[in-house]
């Protein structure tokens, strides 16, 4: 018999080590929410009682739930927590609100370091007071624009993680390196098939055959940003992930095409969530409640963030409140407002009131997490050489819609003097005419220094320069740059940090935050990195820029995930196109 069976049995001298009492409990197999008492022995759920006194002990904990709304502990099908911060700084914002479980990128140390970056991910998140569930990074083995920084041997050092717990399969593929084209990552996702996890998508722009293509590689796609896009891949039978977070916010379109998909195979995210958002209280709670105000039945929204994820990604026990499942509970005020009360994973109290009542783990990595930030900087590497446009025009990148950048033209200034480090003339920005250096280098220590000079349209900058650390899906450091000593000065205080963010103006550093974890996540209170935060929007504001959202515009000129004019350390990548083109004009870009 198991140490559950004398508490759901009610024997005489048996008692629960907790009790949630006086709950409306909401029990997914009937999709109905039941005037409960949920009793818990350790971690997990023994019983859901009509009267629990019968097993309340001495040393049982009571929690009153005082008539409120029990939902399953909350889970963030997609998220990328190893970046802008540390996981374990982020964990009681994320666990007040609402969220017990992530299923998680590794877009910081793993991206960078593979499968020991992956390693030392799961070291790090053992022991959290939240289950961080992680996909390995395909980046490594990718070599659509640039040679794949991982080999044979990288290749068998990730297939064999799948073996670890916490490992539920492998990240986002980004659509184009993988649809109509031979790999070096599709021999992972054999490996990958025969343990029965998962493969994510990211599929933007993925439409028609492309994205029938796509349905045959991945199993999930979270891009959908038209109810046509939800119907489309629910129709290709792909696990459908509606996301609302810092980033994006595709509730309404998930809203429109729900009636049209099985509820089933359908799981909520947030894609990511900001210091500043964070800090605010922003969670899954909201994004649960954000369904339900627009009319959809509560038990679909709570099971499109519980037990859909967790069937999904095979995370066992997971994502109902039953008997033998982990004790992770979540009491809220009502289903109106989602408030989150109190918050139980594993059966412990982590929220009480609202608060969390646990801190944030602030232990140091280990030392080959940091100074990652490897390359040779002078001014001339934020110029471009004038060969390139004898006649003055440059192919450049005009910011668009959302993280689109789509080709342009573009006529930078021409400079002469000794001032960067050459005797030749060099191109230069031009902000009067809306004319922006983008750099980019490559950071990884264990690669070539390389590095590419193209040019901006429509960022708005009129002085000074922004450099980061931060850029999606490859170790590099970008720097976007009205001016280029400006752009000499943020690059080297970001290197000097060893990575993170920074904005210079007249030849002195006017905002930054040093994110030296992998380069990509900050180790400081959250408190502190919202603030800073908003300083460097700030300064960029005050160098002219009046885009909104100016920081992930910076950081996502890299990302090859959105098919557009992208920057690598090589030259532009014409994503749709899958080749590196330069600054010379042709007749399809002129």
């Avoid at 198991?2 to 001298?13: C, D, K, Y």
């Avoid at 909401?26 to 818990?40: G, H, K, M, Q, W």
């Avoid at 109509?180 to 055959?209: F, K, M, N, Q």
């Amino acid at each position: 018999m198991n140490e559950l069976q004398e508490v759901a049995l009610e024997r005489t001298g048996a008692s629960a080590d907790t009790i949630l009492r006086d709950g409306r409990v909401y029990c997914s197999n009937r999709r109905e929410f039941l005037d409960r008492d949920v009793a818990i022995v350790g971690d997990r759920i023994a019983a859901l009682l009509e009267d629990g006194a019968k097993v309340t002990g001495s040393e049982t904990t009571i929690v009153d739930a005082g008539g409120r709304t029990v939902v399953p502990g909350l889970i963030d099908a997609h998220t990328h927590v190893d970046i802008y911060l540390t996981p374990q700084r982020a964990v009681p914002a994320l666990l007040a609100s609402g969220t017990t479980s992530i299923v998680s990128e590794t877009s910081g140390l793993g991206v960078l370091f593979g499968s020991r970056g992956v390693e030392t991910s799961l070291e790090r998140t053992a022991e959290l007071p939240l289950s961080v569930y992680l996909t390995l990074p395909p980046q490594v083995l990718v070599d659509t624009f640039e040679p794949a920084r991982g080999g044979e041997d990288e290749l068998e050092a990730l297939a064999g993680l799948l073996e670890r717990d916490r490992i539920v399969g492998v990240g986002e593929i980004d659509w184009v390196h993988v649809v109509g084209r031979d790999s070096p990552v599709e021999e992972l996702y054999e490996r990958v098939r025969d343990a029965g996890e998962t493969i994510v998508g990211h599929g933007a722009g993925c439409r028609g055959d492309r994205l029938r293509a796509f349905a045959t590689v991945v199993d999930n796609d979270h891009e959908a940003i038209t109810a046509e896009g939800v119907r489309r891949r629910a129709e290709h039978g792909l696990h459908v992930v509606g996301r609302c977070g810092s980033i994006r916010d595709d509730l309404d379109v998930f809203v429109e095409a729900l009636p049209d998909v099985d509820r089933a195979s359908v799981s909520l995210s947030t894609d990511g969530v900001w210091p500043d958002d964070l800090l605010d209280g922003f969670g899954m709670a909201d994004v649960v409640r954000r369904l339900i105000d627009a009319g959809v039945p509560a038990a679909d929204a709570i099971d499109a963030a519980t037990r859909n994820p967790a069937d999904h990604f095979g995370l066992e026990d997971r994502g109902v409140i039953a008997p033998g499942s982990i004790a992770d509970l979540v009491l809220v005020d009502d289903l109106e407002s989602m408030g989150v009360e109190t918050v139980l994973t594993g059966g412990e109290v982590v929220v009480a009131g609202g608060r969390p009542t646990v801190e944030p783990r602030t232990e140091p990595y280990p030392d080959y997490v940091y100074d990652t930030v490897a390359v040779d900087l002078s001014a001339d590497r934020f110029t471009a050489p004038y060969e390139v446009a004898p006649d003055g025009v440059v192919r450049a990148m005009a910011v668009g819609n959302g993280l689109v950048t789509t080709e342009t033209t573009a006529s930078p200034a021409v400079v002469s003097e000794r001032r960067y480090d050459t005797e030749d003339r060099r191109l230069a920005p031009d902000p009067a005419a809306d004319v922006l250096t983008a750099t980019l280098i490559d950071r990884d220590p264990e690669t070539a220094d390389r590095g590419f000079t193209g040019f901006l349209a429509g960022f708005g900058l009129e002085a000074g320069a922004v450099a980061t650390t931060g850029t999606w899906e490859t170790p590099g450091l970008l720097t976007i740059a009205a001016d280029v000593e400006d752009g000499l000065v943020a690059a080297d205080r970001v290197a000097s940090m060893g990575g993170g963010f920074a904005v210079a103006r007249e030849g002195a550093i006017v905002a930054d935050l040093p994110a030296p974890v992998a380069a990509t996540a900050a180790d400081m209170p959250l408190e502190e990195i919202a603030a800073r935060f908003e300083t460097l929007r700030e300064a960029i504001a005050a160098g002219g820029s009046d885009l909104e959202r100016p920081l992930v515009t910076a950081q996502t000129l890299t990302f090859l995930g959105v098919p557009a004019l992208k920057l690598t350390p090589s030259g532009y990548a014409d994503v749709l196109g899958q080749s590196l083109v330069g600054l010379e004009v042709d007749d399809a870009s002129g």
